[in-house]
């Protein structure tokens, strides 16, 4: 069974689907939104507004979610 779930990324809310036994979708649910604390800094201190940025290998998109924000393309 698919289930769907609202995740603050950052100040804007984003519904999430997933499985009950997915550990990434629990942890993003249950948890905390941006679980990769390391690497939410990283991006804080590398990405501005004129930055250009490809996620890949995206899974359910927090990061995506997040770049876009940050980064104009």
Do not use: Q, R
């Not at 997933?18 to 679980?35: R, S, W």
């Not at 590398?46 to 359910?60: H, K, M, Q, R, W």
């Amino acid at each position: 069974m698919v289930y769907s779930n609202w995740v603050d990324v950052d100040g804007k809310y984003h519904v999430l689907f997933g499985y009950e036994n997915d550990h990434l979708y629990n942890v993003l649910t249950k948890e905390d939104p941006f679980p990769d604390l390391f690497l939410k800094e990283y991006i804080d201190k590398y990405v501005t507004s004129e930055s250009a940025c490809i996620d890949v290998g995206a899974n359910l998109g927090y990061v995506s979610l997040y770049l876009a924000k940050k980064a104009k393309f």
